[in-house]
């Protein structure tokens, strides 16, 4: 089996529908794919409406948080998503993107590049508006080469010069609301420091203890030495260890599939998560 936990969509920041990524997914050779979107649930209808035949999908979400002033990324699966108390969370997070992106476009003009609101709505069209949103337009004004390149000191990473806060979860409520929806937890490319500054060893230990679940390692911008050295941590912590390409469809260069999780793996978060089940192709109506 081929398994891809983690992948965008125009519901967030991804540049393919719902229905096309479901579709690519097949096409890519993949048995499993997970469509996790930033704080939101809105394009798992239409995946599951147009899953092809021997394509499972794994709903999601990908929900932002914030310890002891660093930014996280926290991977939620098979969560009921009509949870009251997660849903307001979600919705908290949603509804602060927009401000939040205005204040870095304001903060770019003031930096002197020649960015305006309306090229980023058009870039993040129906999609929940992000940093890669941003990082695109700076990409269209050739300000940088690539989405990657904006996400440094100098441009959108954590503390950089247009970052701006938004409204995060506190992780270890993060893991409270997504177990009480019946979900599990994954903390997403916990070591990728070319993003900025990264969430201690100690800080994952807590983490853990608190009742998180696993840890991706295999991600793109993990190397070889950081995966061996979270594989050896998540060993030590007890934790799941996943791998996932973090698809953007054209927004990153990294495809479908490119890293996968782990069968056995797979199979103990379907077992732990009693929320939601994986949904199994039956043959959709194709993408959109």
């Not at 704080?39 to 599951?48: Q, S």
Request: net charge negative.
């Amino acid at each position: 089996m081929r398994i891809d936990l983690h992948t965008h969509s125009t519901a967030s920041d991804g540049t393919d529908t719902p229905a096309q990524l479901v579709a690519n997914a097949a096409a890519a050779g993949l048995d499993v794919v997970a469509l996790t979107d930033h704080d939101t649930v809105r394009g798992h209808a239409e995946a599951a409406a147009a899953l092809p035949e021997g394509l499972t999908l794994v709903t999601g979400a990908e929900l932002s948080c914030r310890i002891d002033g660093v930014g996280l990324h926290m991977l939620a699966y098979l969560f009921d998503p009509d949870e009251p108390e997660l849903a307001r969370e979600r919705e908290l997070v949603r509804d602060d993107r927009v401000p939040r992106a205005r204040t870095m476009v304001r903060k770019l003009q003031e930096l002197g590049v020649p960015v305006e609101w309306e090229q980023v709505a058009r870039i993040a069209g129906d999609g929940s508006v992000g940093r890669p949103h941003v990082a695109t337009a700076l990409v269209e004004l050739g300000v940088v080469e690539t989405v990657s390149d904006a996400f440094t000191p100098q441009w959108l990473a954590d503390g950089g010069r247009a970052y701006a806060e938004k409204h995060e979860l506190d992780p270890f409520d993060a893991i409270r609301l997504v177990k009480a929806a019946g979900g599990v937890t994954v903390f997403a490319h916990p070591a990728a420091v070319k993003r900025g500054e990264v969430v201690p060893e100690s800080s994952m230990a807590r983490l853990a203890a608190a009742g998180l679940d696993g840890i991706e390692v295999d991600h793109m911008d993990h190397d070889e030495p950081t995966r061996a050295r979270l594989r050896g941590l998540a060993r030590d912590l007890g934790l799941l260890t996943t791998g996932s390409s973090d698809y953007h469809g054209r927004r990153k260069t990294v495809g479908l599939g490119e890293y996968t999780t782990d069968p056995e793996i797979y199979g103990e978060i379907t077992r732990r998560a009693t929320g939601a089940f994986p949904v199994p192709g039956a043959g959709g109506r194709g993408p959109a």
